[in-house]
């Protein structure tokens, strides 16, 4: 007979599957990234509604794409497991929890589509309170999702459809405080996250699985081009999002803000170029670890750095 304390920690058990599922942690600081994108361009707190509903949003659209992503992955992280994969490392952001719950039978594929259909209504609910365009964002990102996990067998090239799903976020940030922005922001905004996706995230991901996706013939960037060339991929695209964020900010309304620029700069040498640097030189698991960790928190530092400015402004 289960007692209350057993059924309890049942439950909680379950719901860290949920959580390993959707990659809460790294979908937590990803909300990040829709706060600067609307703080940047609105250059003021907005008001305490659409701080709500946008957090509310934001969480569970990452939280239905994260999860989306091992439903289409499905049969893929089946292999994976089969070559000895996933690898749970302790220093590996995405194995804070597990790998691929579905894949390894932690969860039946039954309540893994269960809990993206809950989180991804609610996403286009609360996207389409914020701006219509939020909402097509948003289902545009789903889409674009499953097509780059059906590409794993096609082409290394998916990793451009990636970077584009990680920027509709942001961009559906700034339509949420504003319904007609500047273009040239958009694009500036668009570019920035697109090259931080590829270097700082996508590509130091499939460095993790390359061993099994090399037998498995998957196309990854890590694969086509061995580490040397993955390497040298994620050091440029993480120099050019640091130039691009300079220029996103001269790009945001009101003066240009010098001690966040400095600030900014700071935070992606530390945060993305020093790793990239290291990594480079390195290629170990170790190195690519430490870079997807710091480069993770890179938002998160910029997002700090933007409210200290409007807080002592205000």
């Not at 309170?129 to 780059?148: K, M, Q």
């Not at 700069?265 to 170790?286: D, E, M, N, Q």
Request: some cysteine; aromatic content about 10%.
């Amino acid at each position: 007979m289960k007692t209350a304390g057993t059924s309890t920690r049942t439950v909680f058990s379950e719901l860290k599957l949920f959580l390993a599922l959707s990659r809460t942690t790294h979908g937590l600081l990803d909300l990040a990234t829709p706060a600067v994108s609307a703080l940047l361009w609105l250059n003021r707190f907005p008001s305490p509604w659409i701080v709500a509903v946008g957090l509310l949003t934001a969480f569970a659209g990452y939280t239905a794409v994260y999860a989306l992503n091992d439903l289409v992955d499905y049969k893929a992280d089946l292999e994976r497991i089969r070559q000895g994969g996933p690898k749970d490392e302790a220093d590996y952001l995405d194995t804070v929890f597990v790998r691929h719950p579905l894949a390894q039978g932690l969860l039946s594929l039954r309540k893994g589509v269960t809990w993206v259909l809950f989180w991804a209504v609610t996403a286009l609910i609360g996207a389409s309170l914020l701006s219509p365009v939020c909402a097509l964002l948003f289902l545009g990102g789903v889409i674009l999702e499953a097509i780059y996990c059906l590409m794993l067998r096609v082409s290394h090239l998916r990793l451009f459809v990636s970077g584009i799903v990680k920027t509709l976020g942001g961009i559906a940030a700034v339509f949420a405080v504003d319904p007609a922005p500047s273009s040239f922001f958009i694009t500036l905004l668009f570019l920035w996250l697109f090259f931080w996706e590829i270097g700082g995230q996508n590509v130091p991901a499939d460095w993790h699985d390359m061993d099994e996706d090399s037998e498995l013939r998957f196309k990854t960037i890590p694969v086509w081009f061995g580490t040397a060339g993955a390497a040298r991929i994620i050091l440029i695209s993480l120099s050019i999002a640091v130039l691009l964020n300079l220029l996103l900010i001269c790009a945001a309304p009101g003066p240009f803000p010098v001690l966040l620029a400095a600030g900014c700069l700071v935070a992606g040498v530390y945060l993305l170029l020093l790793p990239a640097y290291h990594l480079l030189k390195a290629r170990t698991s170790g190195a690519v670890s430490a870079l997807f960790g710091k480069a993770s928190l890179y938002p998160a530092a910029v997002l700090i750095m933007i409210v200290i400015r409007l807080a002592v402004r205000s």
